[in-house]
Every structure is written in C-alpha cells, then in structure tokens.
C-alpha cells in the first residue's frame, strides 16, 4: 500500500508541475496542423501508459502477489492519398520492468506491429467498402469480440472484413484469427483459431431503438489445448437491442445461442444480457447509474453434450469486476455501476458485481476463459462471491490520470474450492495519447 501511495503522490506531482506547459500541447498542435494541411490526408496517432498497480491473493492465493509497473507505447500514423484508400500503421512496445524478461505475454511485448491495414471506401457512408490486415476490432460492446485494452498487451487481429452501407444499416462478413503474442519476437497471427461469419448493424430502425444481428463460427483446429481433445467448432447466433425508453432510461440486451462441438461433444450452450442505465443530475453535476445482469449457461452433472457457453473473444476487463477475475462462462453475474462528475474533467466512480455459477459441477473461468476450480459433484454451491471497486480519473487535455481500488468478497464455492483469500487490487495510472 505504501508504495502505491508513492506513485500515486509521483503521478500527482507530475500531473500539477507539468500543467502550465501542457495548457498548450504542441505535439497535439504540430498533429492538428499537420492533418489541416494535408486536407485530412495524413496524421499521426501517439498513446503513452504508465500503471503501477500491486495484486494481492493472486488466484485466491494459489499464486504470488504481484507489484508490477506497467508502461505502453503505441506510434503510429495514418495515409489516405484519396477518398477511396487509406493506409494505417501502429508499432506498441510494452513493458513490465519490474517482473523482467520472464514476464508473461500479456505484460510484455517488446516493440512490434499492433495495426498494419488497409482501408478500402471506407470514407464513404454508403456503398461497398473493405478493411484487410492487422487491427484491433470491436463489436458491438465487446462482449463478442473486442480488445481488452486495460492488459498491458491488448489483443490484435489479423482480419479481412468487406461490408455494404445504407443509410441505416451495415452489412459485414469477416474473418479474424488472434495474433499470438510472441514478447521476443515478431508476432505472428494463430491461423489454427478463427473466427467467421456476419455482424450486422441496423440504426435506429423504429422509435430509436437499433439492433445488431450476427452468425459467427468459432473454428480451433488445435488438438488439445483448453478445450481438451479433440478441436473446437461453435456457431454463435445473436442479436443485441438497445436504445431509448421513457423518462430518460436508456436499455442494452443480448442474447446468443450456440451449437457445434466442443472436442468430441456437442455444443449446446447459450447467454444473455440485458441492462438499463439513467442519467441524472445530484448538486447540479451529472450522474449516471446503470443495472444490467447477464449469464452464460454451463455443463450440469450427467449431461452427454456440452453446455458450457465459448466465449469467443471477448473484452471482459469491468463487466464482471475490475480485478479480471472471470469470463463469460458458467457465470450468472449482478452488476450495479455509478458515475459522478464532480467537475467536467474529474470523475469518481463506484462498481458493484454479484456472482454465481449457473452449473454448480462446472468449472468457475477466469477472464480467458481457462477453469480457476471446479466441484465436479457440485457439493460446494453456487455463490461465487461479491466485488466492489472504486476509481476515480481526472482529464487535463489529451492527459488522463486515475487511481482505484477492488476488494473481492468470496462466496461458499470460492471458500470450498480454493485457498480463500481474498484477491484485492490497487493501482493508479497515467496516460497521454492523440489521434
């Protein structure tokens, strides 16, 4: 605690000296200039992150506690020689000093090739239009597929999408597969996993409200890893419906169905969400409020087929607690979040997530998706347990400072199933970026 208290007093100290110069940023001036006079043409990108953050009961105490600096550059920079083409290019280097170069892959990755892709009549809003290369993609609030940008080394894809615009609807077939991190070396995409199908987006169709409907096949042609033996190949069909309501509510929903095999059994899995948020005015300053639960089904004890939900490639970083602890699978999650600013730059934050498993002889999953431990006769209940995070940020231009804090309160299978600590997290950040 004492040392988070000495970054966080570090980062505050540069945050008050480096004020009166960053009231005029001429980097972001030189970008701005430099975009105007190419007529939208060329421009660069720029994000620098530094975290300091100290993780205790690591694994419900099956693992050491870790106090890890995590810094993240990403340089990049954008080309459209005409309204029909565009180039976009990004090198990150991220590093964990402290933990050195046995850090894992999803701290450290010295500098490689993030985003190299090629855009086709993007900047049309209607018509056909394509995107190849090297991206990070997100769809819809990522709970499908999207980037877990808080790791140190956010996912990226290897991709090939082509769409057709209206004007109020997208159609898009893609194909994706993860780039595997390689921390040495240069990253190579892990062709034996993709992803493939159709998201499609359609706006505000009747009273405000929007959808998007999608099929995706989930291929792994690898034998063995966490699926176990055999390969995996799920199709995913799903809708999400969101958009106003009366008296200022606003709602999101979700809801997926999953066949295929999972190995040598069949998938027969599904999950959903659904939430509704409101914003609201406390001392003349905004707050918003939201509440949303969601499930992803998981194998009961005597099934002949596979229940439990594949979670694709997900963003799960705060949908189920800001400590990462759990994935979208065999989980029933409650979730209470509020957000107050205080003034326009300087918000606090508050986050509540209740969880339970929905098959209680099914493995609990981390955020990857890999089994944390499992009552295989479901003896041990179903109450996972409780978490409850604060944080606050402060932006000052292209600057952004934050501190916060996650206690986990473990419920009867945590307690029975692991050594029951308690995981709790504390970190405090910095970060400067433009676009």
């Keep these: 605690m004492r040392n988070v208290f000495g970054?966080?007093?570090?980062?505050?100290?540069?945050?008050?000296?480096?004020?009166?110069?960053?009231?005029?940023?001429?980097?972001?001036?030189?970008?701005?200039?430099?975009?105007?006079?190419?007529?939208?043409?060329f421009w660069f990108t720029f994000e620098e992150r530094t975290r300091w953050e100290e993780k205790d009961g690591?694994?419900?105490?099956?693992?050491?506690?870790?106090?890890d600096?995590?810094?993240?550059?990403?340089?990049?920079?954008?080309?459209?020689?005409?309204?029909?083409?565009?180039?976009?290019?990004?090198?990150?280097?991220?590093?964990?000093?402290?933990?050195?170069?046995?850090a894992p892959n999803t701290l450290r990755d010295t500098m490689d090739l993030q985003e190299a892709h090629i855009d086709i009549l993007t900047r049309h809003r209607r018509g056909l239009s394509a995107t190849f290369g090297r991206e990070m993609i997100s769809y819809g609030e990522g709970r499908v597929i999207g980037i877990p940008d808080w790791t140190n080394v956010s996912r990226t894809y290897d991709n090939a999408r082509v769409r057709y615009r209206f004007e109020h609807a997208q159609i898009e077939v893609l194909m994706l597969s993860p780039v595997k991190v390689l921390p040495d070396s240069f990253n190579t995409p892990d062709l034996g996993?993709?992803?493939?199908?159709?998201?499609?987006?359609?706006?505000?169709?009747?009273?405000?409200?929007?959808?998007?409907a999608y099929g995706l096949r989930h291929s792994q042609n690898k034998i063995g890893g966490w699926t176990g033996k055999g390969t995996l190949g799920t199709d995913s069909f799903g809708g999400r419906f969101y958009g106003p309501l009366a008296y200022g509510?606003?709602?999101?929903?979700?809801?997926?169905?999953?066949?295929?095999?999972?190995?040598?059994v069949d998938q027969r899995a599904y999950a959903w969400f659904s939430e509704i948020s409101k914003k609201?005015?406390?001392?003349?300053?905004?707050?918003?409020?939201?509440?949303?639960?969601?499930?992803?089904?998981?194998?009961?004890?005597?099934?002949?087929?596979?229940?439990?939900?594949?979670?694709?490639?997900?963003a799960n970083h705060d949908k189920f607690g800001f400590e990462d602890l759990f994935g979208w699978r065999n989980l029933q999650n409650l979730r209470a979040v509020s957000s107050y600013n205080l003034t326009k730059a300087f918000a606090i934050n508050l986050e509540y997530d209740n969880d339970w498993l929905d098959s209680a002889s099914d493995s609990l999953y981390n955020s990857s998706g890999k089994s944390i431990a499992v009552s295989s006769k479901g003896l041990y209940g179903t109450h996972v347990g409780q978490e409850l995070d604060s944080f606050a940020?402060?932006?000052?231009?292209?600057?952004?400072?934050?501190?916060?804090?996650?206690?986990?309160?473990?419920?009867?299978?945590?307690?029975?199933?692991?050594?029951?600590?308690?995981?709790?997290?504390?970190?405090v950040f910095q970060q400067y970026s433009f676009k």
């Excluded at 110069?21 to 043409?41: F, M």
């Excluded at 080309?79 to 083409?85: I, V």
């Excluded at 473990?410 to 997290?425: A, D, L, M």
């Design 58 to 67: 690591v694994n419900f105490g099956s693992a050491v506690n870790q106090q």
């Design 393 to 427: 940020t402060y932006k000052y231009n292209a600057h952004l400072f934050g501190a916060g804090f996650g206690h986990f309160f473990e419920g009867e299978f945590v307690e029975r199933t692991t050594h029951g600590i308690n995981p709790r997290y504390f970190y």
């Design 280 to 314: 609201l005015t406390a001392f003349n300053k905004p707050l918003t409020f939201s509440g949303e639960y969601k499930i992803a089904s998981g194998t009961k004890r005597g099934e002949t087929h596979s229940s439990t939900y594949d979670q694709l490639a997900p």
């Design 69 to 102: 600096m995590l810094s993240r550059i990403r340089i990049g920079a954008e080309y459209d020689p005409f309204d029909w083409l565009g180039f976009s290019a990004m090198g990150q280097d991220a590093r964990a000093p402290f933990y050195g170069v046995g």
């Design 193 to 212: 996993e993709r992803i493939w199908g159709t998201y499609n987006t359609f706006s505000k169709v009747w009273h405000g409200a929007s959808f998007d």
């Design 249 to 264: 509510f606003d709602y999101s929903m979700e809801g997926i169905g999953q066949i295929g095999h999972s190995g040598h």
């Design 7 to 41: 970054a966080f007093c570090a980062l505050g100290l540069f945050g008050l000296c480096g004020a009166p110069a960053l009231a005029q940023d001429p980097l972001q001036e030189a970008n701005k200039t430099l975009k105007e006079n190419t007529g939208d043409r």
